[in-house]
């Protein structure tokens, strides 16, 4: 039978169509140009905070939004026009004015890597003050960076309001005063390497970033997690005042669209940073040549002794500090968390009853692509291992989609519906797994301690060398 | 207090912004869903309508104001989203529609321009003419869009031909 996809697209389309909320003009201006969504993710807090009204009514929608299991909520409270309150102009700091400021850690550690490459890994215990003090007007939000086998992962931390405090390791990206500081990790000293507007729209230059990790022989890896994943970098050099990037790839780039963009290349894990514009772009067929002017560029950095010396920030900081492993998850070594909820074929299950088993637990979600891959790597596996208990957990998804999915896959795998137990006690993947993201694929031995964790799907051929080292 | 000019001049901006928008709406709703899913263009379209009628003083004067309002709601998405999927949900299916399960994942794992593409030329029925005035792009490149996008999509679905 040949599949008619055009009609496939017109069918899928008017049923979801069917489910698009109609966004009124009255509304829109009731709300006074600002958007009447309110975002159970924490975003805009402070255009909240300069409209305490607005704030009350947000913190309802945010329990309808919950309650709900939407986050398209139309205010209607207070109506005000562009002419009689005109709308507080946002703090806006040039791009190019990046500064540098400093917030002391309590643990940290400079780690030598192989070809003269530095490996820095900190872990910072921060109060809301502190950040405050430092940025200068209250925070909004926060995200981090993790490290992961090189591979960077950005990874967005629950709501991080003044007074929580939050354990951050990594680069961090926070967001106050309408603007978005990132901050890359440099021992215990935090470098703000890019100032973003929250208004995006007005600086068109910062829209799309472009992350390189380099070495001084030049950029060997490009990460960028939407964009890029079809494509394969063939050559990528980068010399004194310039850089080339070539991508072949599989569908043409989008780069003729009249977009600005930047590129921020990361000379080492040090920190060292520099900027660059793109100013040309050549395509023949799948292929892009991409040309940058490099504003700033130490191919060739000298690497001070102080660079590789740890010191304590205080003195009883010895007891405290500990070189982390930039690949280690570091939840391992740590007991497992709580692990207990409802199985989606009924009856609970409780990992505390398990123990003296080998355990390996998946949290994934439906529509995680990654997540779903892993998922079926399980299943396969599974099969093989029945000295070994499988268990996964389905942590924001509800629980018709997940049946849908595990339906789909035939997945005979347990399933813990976690997304009701998160209506009721909060995120659990974020308050059990220090707001890690997904998938996780932990190995938990007989004691109930983590003895592995992949951070991402890493397929069975690294799953099976991950139980060779274990010994399982 | 506002005055009676202030009074009219508001109430002008607020008739000019209504009708634009009761044109607009699903226009600019559909092209942020299709690029960035349900749930982030929805957002994104409110966040952009809302920032419309905060500068509509200024947008109403532009040449193309909906290719505006859709780059804002296009750079709203992208900030918001990063490091999410975009998401398009498996909808039931019933005698009427028989929508191929596979297909929402299909239009995930498209490049955003693809999936704009697909979605609003063969799921909307817009012509190229309509998509390349709200995007701002070539009509050419449209339809290598279209055309790499749809190909993608038949091989994700196993329909190849």
Known sequence: ?472 | MMSSDASVAAGTLAESFTRFMDERESGLKHALVAGFGRELGLEAAAEAWAYGWEHWERIRLMDNPAGFLWGVGRNKARLAGRGQSRSFPMVPNDQEYLVEPALPKGLERLSERQRITVLLKHGYGWTYAEISELLDVSIPSLQKHAERGMTKLRRTLGAEQ
């Open chain 1, 1 to 472: 039978m040949t599949l008619d996809l055009e009609r496939q697209l017109n069918d899928y389309v008017e049923i979801l169509d069917s489910t698009l909320p109609v966004l009124e003009a009255g509304t829109v201006i009731e709300a006074g140009g600002i958007s009447p969504v309110v975002e159970s993710r924490g975003r805009d807090w402070s255009v909240l905070a300069r409209r305490p009204w607005l704030a009350a009514a947000a913190a309802l929608l945010v329990v309808l939004v919950l309650i709900g299991g939407t986050s398209l909520i139309f205010s209607g409270d207070g109506g005000v026009s562009p002419a009689d309150d005109p709308v507080e102009e946002p703090v806006v700091t040039p791009t190019t004015q990046a500064s540098v400021t400093t917030v002391t850690g309590d643990e940290a550690a400079v780690i030598p890597g192989v070809d003269g490459s530095v490996h820095v890994s900190a872990r910072w215990l921060h109060t809301g003050f502190a950040i405050q003090e430092e940025i200068g007007g209250p925070i909004e939000r926060v995200e981090q960076v993790w490290y992961f086998d090189a591979e960077m992962w950005r990874i967005e931390t629950p709501v991080w309001r003044q007074g929580d405090s939050t354990e951050l390791e990594g680069d961090v990206t926070i967001f106050a005063n309408n603007q978005m500081f990132e901050y890359r990790a440099m021992s215990n000293t935090f470098e703000i390497v890019e100032q973003d507007p929250a208004e995006p729209d007005l600086h068109p230059a910062v829209d799309i970033e472009f992350v390189y990790d380099c070495d001084q022989t030049g950029c060997t890896r490009a990460f960028d997690g939407d964009r890029w994943d079809d494509c394969t970098i063939t050559e990528n050099v980068v010399v004194l005042g310039s850089a080339t990037v070539e991508y072949d790839c599989t569908r043409p780039p989008e780069w003729n669209d009249n977009e600005t963009e930047t590129v921020t290349l990361n000379i080492d894990e040090t920190g060292r940073t520099l900027k660059g514009v793109l100013t040309n772009t050549t395509e023949t067929g799948d292929l892009s040549i991409l040309e940058y002017e490099i504003l700033e560029l130490d191919l060739n950095p000298t690497f001070p002794a102080s660079l590789f010396e740890f010191e304590c920030p205080t003195e009883d900081c010895r007891d405290i500090a500990i070189p982390l492993d930039p690949v280690e998850h570091p939840l391992v070594g740590q007991p497992v968390p709580e692990v207990s909820g409802e199985l989606l074929t009924g009856g609970p299950f409780d990992i505390a009853d398990h123990r003296g088993e080998r355990i390996i637990l998946l949290l994934w979600a439906s529509w995680c692509a990654p997540c779903t891959d892993e998922l079926a790597t399980l299943e396969a596996f599974s099969a093989t291992a029945p000295d070994i208990t499988i268990v996964t957990g389905a942590v924001f998804d509800q629980p018709t989609d997940v049946a849908a999915v595990i339906d789909d896959m035939s997945i005979t795998l347990p399933v813990i519906d976690f997304y009701t137990r998160n209506l009721t006690q909060g995120n659990y993947l974020a308050e059990q797994w220090s707001g890690s993201g997904i998938p996780i694929l932990a190995f938990i031995d007989e004691t109930g301690t983590i003895v592995a964790v992949h951070p991402e799907a890493r397929g069975i051929e690294e799953l099976i060398n991950t139980l060779q080292q274990l010994g399982w």
